[in-house]
């Protein structure tokens, strides 16, 4: 019989319904069940694409022995983490104050009042690796509940304290200076590989803020970082982490090289890399940037669009219950959809007869030989053998359309939506698809008209037949998220009601998610009480919603209402210690700080000129204002607009409150905004 699990909307939670162990979902029946009991609670936090997750569900949820101890000894809960990051980002916590690794899946055990007192990730069965079995851990956990109470209550007392106090990061008065973005620069390039790009050693992530930041400064004058970055941009497009034959970014990289992923793809990642490539092709003028931005918007627009506007939240690592398996071929595979290119596709991505994938002669596809090389080894020229490739590579992916395909989480997440709908937005204008900003106003829409109520986020939608079930509450990263995406539709658009419902989830923003000392919080005053209330200030996979939030403000602050800048340089001034002495956490709000110390380019666009508006996308700038006003000089964003009108289509490129002679053409613009006075490479 199903579980509890059957009757929730998440995915991840229906694919344990039919598990033995007597799940409940976060909620008061379950906590209520385990103070009555006196039992503790082993709470399960995951999400429908994690690889890891699976293995721990077959291998143990799935099994009817240890699930029996689970049931007999626990309360058992299990959380999509992508439902309620403020539940994860609390006992994630919890993992690391015990000295070990944060991930999914987490394995908390929490006494009835909710207070952790042991965490781990991933349990195998059986010993493995140095891990204990998950049968020992859950039977040493409960004897320890039972025989020593007093110092389980204790030791969770301590760490629900320590929860408390790093959840809320010390802050520091700092002035704001442009050799900031410079000091966090130095400190990443430390961890940059310069052999085979990005930061660390294995796993490798993309670590797309870290990335903004060199790019960033490289735009200040340091060739270094502009190099780094290129290096980075250039090994991830020809890794295995990219797909090769149906575009789109996997979550990481098990090695350093990029070779082999975790095959999930998340809308997130591919929302920031669809944004860090046009803008690598903004500063370097590489259309191969441009090209791999273009796969990123087909790759969504055919797996990940749902029929009402918005996008899906993920895509499985697995598929026939193997990981990679949708994704990796073998020689006679691309004999049998190639045909006589298949040894032409075979040098070009990599397959070999061995493979490169676990044990099998399967391989990861990856950009193993240069158009150049192969026009040497098969005699003909580049052009013929990029059009044989073409030939090939779609031919490879009808062969493999025809392949069952990984399960897809058809929730529809506010904040994720919010961040694809920016990148969208910015490379329409920047590349001149204007279909893709069409398809960010059509997500918009549906975020505003399924998950917006009085001027508040809701988290997440899911479909259901023709109607969709909405379910929240929603988060500051929804808000802020969302927010942002509205004014990046009214600079590409000029519509000045996104401006305006901007303004209004900011406003919620500072009465609903702000204390009074102007602190933000990851969950609204009204939200569930939990054993802290979190902030979300460092990033992660994505940008902390604080960070999110403060750009909002100083977006808005610097068009419509000037208090909001106010409070965002605050925010800002108070971490920005931290943020240089760790860049990789910090990333975005180091970017802000930047932008308050170098302040932004403010270009007006008066008049309707798509000429102009083109131009004003077109150089790269690392901190960019677009507001728009009509000829006569009416605009909705009068801070930045004032006394700017002219007889006809012009533009104003303004810094630090000084503004150059309005310009009338495309070349002229461009040169404004370009550095030195050069227009962009290639423009």
């Excluded at 007392?157 to 929860?163: F, G």
């Excluded at 013929?384 to 490739?389: G, T």
């Excluded at 302040?599 to 000129?609: A, F, M, N, P, R």
Aim: hydrophobic share 45%.
């Amino acid at each position: 019989m199903p579980n509890r699990l059957a009757h929730e909307a998440s995915p991840y939670l229906q694919q344990h319904a039919d598990n033995p162990v007597d799940w409940y979902p976060w909620g008061p029946e379950a906590l209520e069940r385990a103070k009555a009991e006196n039992k503790p609670i082993l709470l399960s936090v995951g999400y429908s694409a994690c690889h890891w997750c699976h293995v721990m569900e077959h291998e143990s949820f799935e099994d009817a022995r240890i699930a029996a101890v689970m049931n007999a000894k626990f309360v058992c809960i299990k959380v999509d983490r992508e439902e309620r990051p403020d539940i994860d980002q609390i006992y994630q916590l919890t993992v690391q104050l015990l000295g070990r690794s944060g991930g999914w899946p987490l394995t908390v055990f929490l006494t009835p009042d909710q207070k952790p007192f042991f965490a781990g990730t991933y349990f195998p069965p059986i010993p493995r690796h140095g891990m204990p079995a998950f049968p020992q851990v859950l039977l040493a956990v409960s004897e320890a509940y039972r025989e020593k109470r007093a110092d389980i209550d204790t030791q969770a007392r301590e760490i629900a304290v320590a929860i408390g106090q790093v959840a809320r990061p010390e802050t520091k008065p700092t002035e704001l200076t442009p050799a900031l973005l410079g000091a966090a620069a130095a400190r990443l390039a430390k961890r940059f590989d310069d052999e085979n790009g990005g930061f660390g050693d294995r796993p490798k992530f993309p670590s797309t803020m870290s990335l903004d930041v060199l790019l960033a400064h490289g735009a200040h004058g340091d060739a270094r970082s502009f190099a780094r970055v290129r290096k980075a941009l250039d090994a991830m497009r020809a890794g295995g982490i990219y797909d090769q034959l149906g575009g789109g970014f996997h979550r990481y990289s098990t090695d350093e090289r990029w070779l082999v992923p975790h095959f999930e793809k998340m809308l997130y990642d591919n929302a920031l890399l669809l944004r860090l490539y046009v803008d690598g092709w903004r500063a370097f003028g590489d259309e191969r940037y441009a090209s791999t931005a273009r796969e990123i918007v087909g790759y969504l627009r055919r797996e990940m669009l749902d029929p009402g506007g918005a996008f899906y939240a993920t895509q499985d690592a697995d598929s026939e219950g193997e990981e990679g398996k949708f994704f990796v071929w073998t020689q006679d595979e691309v004999r049998a959809a190639a045909g006589d290119d298949a040894e032409l596709a075979c040098a070009r991505f990599g397959i070999t007869r061995e493979g490169n994938f676990e044990e099998g002669p399967a391989s990861v596809l990856s950009i193993a030989k240069s158009i150049e090389d192969l026009a040497v080894r098969f005699t003909a020229a580049p052009s013929e053998i990029e059009r044989r490739l073409e030939v090939a590579r779609a031919a490879m992916l009808a062969h493999r359309e025809k392949r069952p395909k990984p399960f897809r989480d058809e929730k529809i997440l506010a904040s994720w939506n919010g961040l694809l709908i920016s990148a969208l937005a910015d490379a329409a204008r920047a590349l001149g698809e204007p279909e893709w900003l069409a398809m960010a106003e059509r997500a918009f829409d549906f975020v505003w008209r399924v998950l917006v109520k009085d001027n508040r986020v809701l988290r997440h939608a899911k479909p259901s037949g023709d109607e969709y079930a909405a379910k929240g509450p929603g988060f500051l990263d929804d808000q802020a998220f969302v927010a942002c995406a509205a004014i990046d539709l009214y600079e590409a658009t000029r519509n000045g009601e996104y401006l305006r419902r901007a303004r209004g989830l900011a406003e919620t923003i500072r009465a609903e998610f702000t204390d009074d000392a102007g602190a933000l919080y990851l969950v609204a005053k009204d939200g569930e009480p939990l054993i802290a209330r979190p902030q979300d200030v460092y990033d992660h996979a994505i940008p902390s919603a604080t960070s999110k939030a403060v750009e909002l403000f100083l977006r808005l602050g610097t068009l419509v209402d000037a208090t909001f800048s106010a409070a965002a340089e605050t925010i800002v001034a108070s971490l920005a210690a931290a943020a240089v002495e760790n860049p990789f956490g910090f990333s975005s709000l180091v970017l802000l700080a930047d932008r308050i110390a170098s302040t932004s380019v403010d270009v007006v666009l008066v008049g309707e000129s798509d000429e102009l508006l083109g131009a004003a996308y077109r150089a790269y700038v690392p901190h960019r204002t677009i507001a728009h006003a009509t000829t006569a000089g009416a605009s909705d964003a009068p801070l930045v607009t004032e006394g700017k009108a002219a007889s006809a289509p012009a533009a104003f490129v303004c810094h630090d409150h000084s503004c150059a002679p309005a310009v009338s053409g495309y070349r002229d613009l461009l040169s404004l905004l370009s550095p030195a006075g050069d227009a962009a490479p290639n423009a």
